[in-house]
Protein backbone atom coordinates (compact mmCIF):
# COMPACT_ATOMS: atom_id res chain seq x y z
CA UNK A 1 0.00 0.00 0.00
CA UNK A 2 2.94 2.06 1.14
CA UNK A 3 4.43 1.27 -2.24
CA UNK A 4 0.94 2.35 -4.36
CA UNK A 5 1.04 5.46 -2.48
CA UNK A 6 4.94 6.70 -3.05
CA UNK A 7 4.12 5.25 -6.87
CA UNK A 8 0.94 7.66 -6.78
CA UNK A 9 2.68 10.83 -5.42
CA UNK A 10 5.57 10.07 -8.36
CA UNK A 11 3.32 10.28 -10.80
CA UNK A 12 1.28 13.17 -10.16
CA UNK A 13 5.10 14.74 -9.29
CA UNK A 14 5.65 13.44 -12.55
CA UNK A 15 2.31 15.38 -14.05
CA UNK A 16 2.91 18.49 -12.24
CA UNK A 17 6.65 18.65 -13.68
CA UNK A 18 5.18 17.81 -17.31
CA UNK A 19 2.15 20.28 -17.05
CA UNK A 20 4.76 23.26 -15.91
CA UNK A 21 4.76 26.28 -17.71
CA UNK A 22 6.77 26.44 -20.61
CA UNK A 23 8.18 29.75 -20.60
CA UNK A 24 9.38 29.45 -17.00
CA UNK A 25 11.08 26.45 -18.30
CA UNK A 26 12.36 28.37 -21.03
CA UNK A 27 13.66 30.84 -18.67
CA UNK A 28 15.47 28.53 -16.82
CA UNK A 29 17.20 26.91 -19.53
CA UNK A 30 17.91 30.89 -20.72
CA UNK A 31 19.97 31.15 -17.44
CA UNK A 32 21.17 28.25 -17.51
CA UNK A 33 22.70 28.66 -21.06
CA UNK A 34 24.40 32.24 -20.08
CA UNK A 35 25.56 30.67 -16.75
CA UNK A 36 27.24 27.96 -18.72
CA UNK A 37 28.62 30.28 -21.11
CA UNK A 38 30.28 32.92 -18.57
CA UNK A 39 31.44 29.42 -16.78
CA UNK A 40 33.33 28.02 -19.97
CA UNK A 41 34.30 31.99 -20.43
CA UNK A 42 35.89 32.02 -17.04
CA UNK A 43 37.77 28.42 -17.23
CA UNK A 44 39.19 29.74 -20.22
CA UNK A 45 39.92 33.05 -18.82
CA UNK A 46 41.45 31.97 -15.51
CA UNK A 47 44.45 30.64 -16.75
CA UNK A 48 46.31 33.31 -18.75
CA UNK A 49 45.21 36.04 -15.50
CA UNK A 50 46.95 33.02 -13.41
CA UNK A 51 50.32 33.50 -15.33
CA UNK A 52 49.68 37.35 -15.44
CA UNK A 53 49.25 37.56 -11.94
CA UNK A 54 51.21 35.02 -10.46
CA UNK A 55 53.56 37.05 -8.22
CA UNK A 56 50.34 37.55 -6.35
CA UNK A 57 48.15 34.43 -6.95
CA UNK A 58 50.80 31.75 -6.32
CA UNK A 59 52.10 33.15 -2.74
CA UNK A 60 48.68 33.46 -1.65
CA UNK A 61 47.54 30.33 -3.37
CA UNK A 62 50.55 28.37 -1.94
CA UNK A 63 49.65 30.04 1.92
CA UNK A 64 46.14 28.87 1.61
CA UNK A 65 47.12 24.94 1.06
CA UNK A 66 49.70 25.39 3.51
CA UNK A 67 47.73 27.00 5.77
CA UNK A 68 44.70 24.35 5.43
CA UNK A 69 47.07 21.29 5.96
CA UNK A 70 47.96 23.38 9.57
CA UNK A 71 44.26 23.48 10.65
CA UNK A 72 44.64 20.05 12.21
CA UNK A 73 47.74 21.38 14.43
CA UNK A 74 46.05 24.85 15.35
CA UNK A 75 43.00 22.67 16.65
CA UNK A 76 45.28 20.27 18.50
CA UNK A 77 46.98 23.35 20.34
CA UNK A 78 43.84 25.29 20.49
CA UNK A 79 41.96 22.24 22.47
CA UNK A 80 44.85 22.46 24.66
CA UNK A 81 43.97 25.83 25.79
CA UNK A 82 46.43 27.53 23.82
CA UNK A 83 45.05 31.04 22.76
CA UNK A 84 44.21 31.45 18.74
CA UNK A 85 47.21 33.26 17.48
CA UNK A 86 50.22 31.76 20.05
CA UNK A 87 48.95 28.94 18.41
CA UNK A 88 49.17 30.34 14.95
CA UNK A 89 52.61 31.76 15.29
CA UNK A 90 53.62 28.21 16.87
CA UNK A 91 52.24 26.26 13.74
CA UNK A 92 54.39 28.40 11.77
CA UNK A 93 57.50 28.50 13.60
CA UNK A 94 56.94 24.43 13.13
CA UNK A 95 56.53 25.03 9.91
CA UNK A 96 59.48 26.63 8.89
CA UNK A 97 61.72 25.09 10.94
CA UNK A 98 61.02 22.06 9.11
CA UNK A 99 61.13 23.71 5.80
CA UNK A 100 64.45 25.36 6.69
CA UNK A 101 66.34 21.84 7.73
CA UNK A 102 64.81 20.38 4.12
CA UNK A 103 65.82 23.46 2.29
CA UNK A 104 69.30 23.42 3.95
CA UNK A 105 69.90 19.91 3.79
CA UNK A 106 69.94 20.05 0.13
CA UNK A 107 71.32 23.85 -1.30
CA UNK A 108 73.93 23.92 0.56
CA UNK A 109 75.48 20.48 -0.53
CA UNK A 110 74.31 21.28 -4.11
CA UNK A 111 76.23 24.21 -3.75
CA UNK A 112 79.41 22.39 -3.61
CA UNK A 113 78.31 19.60 -6.09
CA UNK A 114 77.99 22.75 -9.14
CA UNK A 115 81.53 24.16 -8.08
CA UNK A 116 82.90 20.57 -8.74
CA UNK A 117 81.00 19.83 -12.05
CA UNK A 118 84.32 21.93 -13.81
CA UNK A 119 86.32 19.38 -12.19
CA UNK A 120 84.70 16.30 -12.62
CA UNK A 121 83.64 16.49 -16.24
CA UNK A 122 86.72 14.38 -16.86
CA UNK A 123 84.99 11.56 -15.02
CA UNK A 124 81.73 11.48 -16.15
CA UNK A 125 82.94 11.62 -20.06
CA UNK A 126 85.73 8.63 -19.21
CA UNK A 127 82.48 7.03 -17.21
CA UNK A 128 80.05 7.23 -20.18
CA UNK A 129 83.31 5.98 -23.04
CA UNK A 130 81.59 2.28 -23.42
CA UNK A 131 77.78 4.17 -24.43
CA UNK A 132 79.60 6.76 -26.79
CA UNK A 133 81.75 4.43 -28.51
CA UNK A 134 78.64 2.43 -29.33
CA UNK A 135 77.38 5.72 -31.54
CA UNK A 136 81.10 6.22 -32.83
CA UNK A 137 79.78 5.01 -36.11
CA UNK A 138 77.16 6.83 -36.58
CA UNK A 139 79.20 10.03 -35.97
CA UNK A 140 81.31 9.67 -38.33
CA UNK A 141 78.12 9.28 -40.92
CA UNK A 142 76.40 12.18 -39.82
CA UNK A 143 80.39 13.97 -39.87
CA UNK A 144 80.57 12.78 -43.18
CA UNK A 145 76.91 13.88 -44.20
CA UNK A 146 77.32 17.46 -42.43
CA UNK A 147 81.02 17.83 -44.33
CA UNK A 148 79.25 17.52 -47.64
CA UNK A 149 76.78 20.14 -46.95
CA UNK A 150 78.15 23.63 -48.54
CA UNK A 151 76.62 26.34 -46.16
CA UNK A 152 75.01 29.57 -48.69
CA UNK A 153 74.72 31.91 -46.14
CA UNK A 154 76.83 34.53 -44.19
CA UNK A 155 79.71 32.32 -42.20
CA UNK A 156 81.50 34.88 -40.79
CA UNK A 157 78.60 36.10 -38.28
CA UNK A 158 79.61 36.40 -34.79
CA UNK A 159 78.22 34.41 -31.93
CA UNK A 160 78.70 35.33 -28.44
CA UNK A 161 77.44 33.04 -25.65
CA UNK A 162 76.86 34.53 -22.26
CA UNK A 163 78.81 32.83 -19.70
CA UNK A 164 76.23 31.26 -17.26
CA UNK A 165 75.86 33.54 -13.64
CA UNK A 166 77.22 31.41 -10.48
CA UNK A 167 74.64 29.94 -8.39
CA UNK A 168 75.52 32.18 -5.80
CA UNK A 169 74.46 34.99 -8.27
CA UNK A 170 71.47 33.33 -9.43
CA UNK A 171 70.41 33.22 -5.59
CA UNK A 172 71.92 36.98 -4.89
CA UNK A 173 69.43 38.27 -7.62
CA UNK A 174 66.53 36.37 -6.48
CA UNK A 175 66.55 36.37 -2.73
CA UNK A 176 64.81 39.94 -2.28
CA UNK A 177 61.97 39.12 -4.15
CA UNK A 178 61.94 35.69 -3.00
CA UNK A 179 61.69 37.21 0.88
CA UNK A 180 58.92 39.43 -0.02
CA UNK A 181 56.78 36.60 -1.52
CA UNK A 182 57.53 34.40 1.27
CA UNK A 183 56.86 37.45 3.67
CA UNK A 184 53.57 38.04 2.45
CA UNK A 185 52.79 34.23 2.12
CA UNK A 186 53.74 33.97 6.20
CA UNK A 187 51.37 36.97 7.03
CA UNK A 188 48.74 35.41 5.14
CA UNK A 189 49.11 31.52 7.01
CA UNK A 190 49.31 33.53 10.08
CA UNK A 191 46.11 35.72 9.32
CA UNK A 192 43.97 32.81 7.84
CA UNK A 193 45.19 30.41 11.24
CA UNK A 194 44.07 33.12 13.83
CA UNK A 195 40.97 33.84 12.28
CA UNK A 196 40.19 30.62 11.45
CA UNK A 197 37.82 29.46 14.20
CA UNK A 198 35.83 32.58 14.27
CA UNK A 199 35.52 32.66 10.24
CA UNK A 200 34.22 28.87 10.38
CA UNK A 201 31.98 29.49 12.90
CA UNK A 202 30.72 32.86 11.48
CA UNK A 203 30.48 31.06 8.08
CA UNK A 204 28.31 28.15 9.60
CA UNK A 205 26.35 30.66 11.64
CA UNK A 206 25.36 33.01 8.21
CA UNK A 207 23.72 30.68 6.29
CA UNK A 208 20.00 31.13 5.90
CA UNK A 209 18.93 27.51 6.84
CA UNK A 210 20.05 24.76 9.01
CA UNK A 211 20.75 22.27 5.73
CA UNK A 212 22.75 24.99 4.35
CA UNK A 213 24.80 25.44 7.74
CA UNK A 214 25.58 21.82 7.65
CA UNK A 215 26.25 21.51 3.96
CA UNK A 216 28.79 24.24 4.51
CA UNK A 217 29.87 22.80 8.10
CA UNK A 218 30.71 19.15 6.27
CA UNK A 219 32.01 21.13 3.44
CA UNK A 220 35.08 23.02 5.11
CA UNK A 221 35.49 19.67 7.40
CA UNK A 222 36.42 18.03 4.51
CA UNK A 223 38.46 19.85 2.16
CA UNK A 224 40.50 20.36 5.91
CA UNK A 225 40.67 16.65 6.25
CA UNK A 226 41.04 15.70 3.07
CA UNK A 227 43.87 18.39 2.12
CA UNK A 228 45.89 18.24 5.31
CA UNK A 229 45.50 13.53 5.49
CA UNK A 230 47.11 14.00 1.65
CA UNK A 231 49.85 16.25 2.83
CA UNK A 232 50.23 15.16 5.97
CA UNK A 233 50.52 11.48 4.84
CA UNK A 234 52.39 12.09 1.40
CA UNK A 235 55.20 13.79 3.45
CA UNK A 236 55.77 11.08 5.99
CA UNK A 237 55.77 8.11 3.39
CA UNK A 238 58.31 10.62 1.02
CA UNK A 239 60.25 11.57 3.78
CA UNK A 240 60.66 7.82 4.65
CA UNK A 241 61.76 7.18 0.61
CA UNK A 242 64.25 9.98 0.96
CA UNK A 243 65.68 8.62 4.08
CA UNK A 244 65.97 4.87 2.44
CA UNK A 245 66.93 6.23 -0.55
CA UNK A 246 69.78 8.23 1.40
CA UNK A 247 71.10 5.33 3.22
CA UNK A 248 71.30 3.30 0.59
CA UNK A 249 73.75 6.07 -1.29
CA UNK A 250 75.77 6.20 2.07
CA UNK A 251 76.10 2.21 1.69
CA UNK A 252 77.37 2.56 -2.07
CA UNK A 253 79.54 5.67 -1.28
CA UNK A 254 78.02 8.48 -2.69
CA UNK A 255 78.71 11.25 -1.66
CA UNK A 256 76.51 13.51 -0.45
CA UNK A 257 73.54 10.89 0.52
CA UNK A 258 71.63 13.32 2.74
CA UNK A 259 71.43 15.85 -0.23
CA UNK A 260 70.24 13.21 -2.91
CA UNK A 261 67.57 11.76 0.17
CA UNK A 262 66.07 15.65 0.40
CA UNK A 263 65.93 15.55 -3.40
CA UNK A 264 64.46 12.33 -3.84
CA UNK A 265 61.76 13.28 -1.11
CA UNK A 266 60.95 16.50 -2.55
CA UNK A 267 60.32 15.32 -6.22
CA UNK A 268 58.24 13.02 -5.18
CA UNK A 269 55.66 15.09 -4.52
CA UNK A 270 55.17 15.66 -8.24
CA UNK A 271 53.57 12.65 -9.59
CA UNK A 272 54.67 11.05 -12.56
CA UNK A 273 57.54 13.78 -13.37
CA UNK A 274 58.85 13.78 -10.28
CA UNK A 275 60.67 10.46 -9.85
CA UNK A 276 62.08 10.37 -13.84
CA UNK A 277 63.76 14.22 -12.57
CA UNK A 278 64.89 12.33 -9.41
CA UNK A 279 66.12 9.41 -11.89
CA UNK A 280 68.23 11.26 -13.83
CA UNK A 281 69.48 13.57 -11.30
CA UNK A 282 70.64 10.93 -9.24
CA UNK A 283 72.50 9.47 -12.44
CA UNK A 284 74.20 12.24 -13.12
CA UNK A 285 75.62 12.50 -9.72
CA UNK A 286 76.29 8.70 -9.58
CA UNK A 287 78.46 9.53 -12.47
CA UNK A 288 80.34 12.49 -11.41
CA UNK A 289 81.32 9.67 -8.26
CA UNK A 290 81.93 6.32 -9.70
CA UNK A 291 84.74 5.36 -11.93
CA UNK A 292 82.28 3.06 -14.01
CA UNK A 293 78.77 3.11 -15.85
CA UNK A 294 77.42 0.00 -14.18
CA UNK A 295 77.82 1.14 -10.97
CA UNK A 296 76.35 4.81 -11.94
CA UNK A 297 73.26 3.01 -12.73
CA UNK A 298 73.02 1.42 -9.57
CA UNK A 299 71.61 4.54 -7.39
CA UNK A 300 68.69 5.21 -9.92
CA UNK A 301 67.91 1.58 -10.76
CA UNK A 302 67.54 1.47 -6.71
CA UNK A 303 65.69 4.59 -6.41
CA UNK A 304 62.99 3.53 -8.86
CA UNK A 305 62.59 0.01 -7.71
CA UNK A 306 61.53 1.92 -4.34
CA UNK A 307 59.37 3.81 -5.69
CA UNK A 308 57.68 1.69 -7.71
CA UNK A 309 57.08 0.01 -4.47
CA UNK A 310 55.83 3.14 -2.76
CA UNK A 311 54.10 4.20 -5.56
CA UNK A 312 52.00 1.09 -6.51
CA UNK A 313 51.33 -0.89 -2.51
CA UNK A 314 52.00 1.63 -0.05
CA UNK A 315 50.77 4.88 -1.30
CA UNK A 316 47.54 2.62 -2.57
CA UNK A 317 47.28 0.98 0.62
CA UNK A 318 47.26 4.22 3.23
CA UNK A 319 45.89 7.24 0.92
CA UNK A 320 43.34 5.03 -1.53
CA UNK A 321 41.11 3.88 1.36
CA UNK A 322 40.53 7.86 2.64
CA UNK A 323 41.42 9.89 -0.79
CA UNK A 324 40.45 8.60 -4.39
CA UNK A 325 41.63 10.54 -7.40
CA UNK A 326 41.25 9.74 -10.79
CA UNK A 327 44.85 9.28 -11.98
CA UNK A 328 44.10 11.04 -15.20
CA UNK A 329 42.79 14.09 -13.37
CA UNK A 330 46.40 14.03 -11.40
CA UNK A 331 47.99 13.86 -14.99
CA UNK A 332 45.57 16.93 -16.22
CA UNK A 333 45.95 18.75 -12.88
CA UNK A 334 49.66 18.44 -12.85
CA UNK A 335 49.64 19.59 -16.09
CA UNK A 336 48.14 22.88 -15.61
CA UNK A 337 49.45 24.15 -12.99
CA UNK A 338 52.64 23.58 -13.98
CA UNK A 339 52.32 25.47 -16.86
CA UNK A 340 50.85 28.23 -14.71
CA UNK A 341 53.26 28.61 -12.28
CA UNK A 342 56.31 26.37 -13.32
CA UNK A 343 57.98 24.47 -10.42
CA UNK A 344 55.94 25.44 -7.33
CA UNK A 345 52.46 24.89 -9.59
CA UNK A 346 53.41 21.35 -10.42
CA UNK A 347 53.93 21.18 -6.38
CA UNK A 348 50.39 22.60 -5.69
CA UNK A 349 48.74 20.44 -8.09
CA UNK A 350 47.28 17.37 -6.05
CA UNK A 351 46.81 19.55 -3.38
CA UNK A 352 44.61 21.99 -5.25
CA UNK A 353 42.80 19.06 -7.15
CA UNK A 354 41.82 17.34 -3.92
CA UNK A 355 40.57 20.59 -2.77
CA UNK A 356 38.40 21.59 -5.63
CA UNK A 357 36.93 17.31 -6.05
CA UNK A 358 36.44 17.73 -1.80
CA UNK A 359 34.15 20.99 -2.31
CA UNK A 360 32.38 19.77 -5.82
CA UNK A 361 31.72 16.73 -4.17
CA UNK A 362 29.89 17.97 -1.58
CA UNK A 363 28.32 21.04 -2.94
CA UNK A 364 27.10 19.23 -6.31
CA UNK A 365 28.53 19.68 -9.87
CA UNK A 366 27.16 21.43 -12.82
CA UNK A 367 25.31 18.40 -15.03
CA UNK A 368 26.44 19.51 -18.40
CA UNK A 369 25.77 16.55 -20.20
CA UNK A 370 22.45 16.71 -18.77
CA UNK A 371 21.40 20.33 -19.92
CA UNK A 372 22.94 19.61 -23.21
CA UNK A 373 21.31 16.10 -23.86
CA UNK A 374 17.91 16.40 -22.00
CA UNK A 375 15.35 18.70 -20.84
CA UNK A 376 17.53 19.17 -17.23
CA UNK A 377 18.96 22.43 -15.82
CA UNK A 378 22.39 22.91 -15.25
CA UNK A 379 22.37 22.06 -11.38
CA UNK A 380 23.38 18.90 -10.17
CA UNK A 381 23.43 17.61 -6.39
CA UNK A 382 26.36 15.93 -4.70
CA UNK A 383 27.85 12.64 -3.77
CA UNK A 384 26.64 13.10 -0.04
CA UNK A 385 23.25 14.16 -1.13
CA UNK A 386 22.96 11.22 -3.62
CA UNK A 387 23.88 8.85 -0.92
CA UNK A 388 20.88 10.44 1.78
CA UNK A 389 18.29 10.36 -1.63
CA UNK A 390 19.40 6.63 -2.02
CA UNK A 391 19.47 5.39 1.29
CA UNK A 392 15.80 6.18 2.44
CA UNK A 393 14.58 4.18 -0.50
CA UNK A 394 16.80 1.02 -0.12
CA UNK A 395 16.05 1.28 3.42
CA UNK A 396 12.25 1.26 2.40
CA UNK A 397 12.83 -1.56 -0.34
CA UNK A 398 14.81 -4.34 2.41
CA UNK A 399 12.95 -6.55 3.75
CA UNK A 400 11.79 -6.88 7.64
Not at 79 to 101: E, N, Q
Not at 168 to 191: D, K, N, T
Not at 335 to 356: D, R
Request: glycine share 8%; with cysteine; charged share 15%.
Amino acid sequence: MDARRKTGKGTVAAAVDQHEDPGEAKRVRLLASLTLIGGVGLVLALPFALRAGAEFFLPVTAALVVAIALVPMLEWFERRGVPSKLASALCIVIFLALTAFAILSIVLPAIDWVRLVPERIDNVTSTLQPVLELYANLEKFVENIASRIESSGDSGREVRIATPNSMMGIIAASAPHAAIQLFFALLVIYFFLAGWTAMRRRTITSRGSFEGAMTTARVIQQVVEATSTYIGTITIINVILGALTALILWWLGMDSPVMWGGIVAVLNFIPYLGPIVASALLFVGALMTFPDIWTAMLPPLIFLVLHTIEANVITPVIVGEKIEVNPLLILLSLSFWAWVWGTVGALLAVPLLIIIKTVFTAAGTPDIAGFLFEEGSLTHVGEEDEKDETDPVDRAGAPA
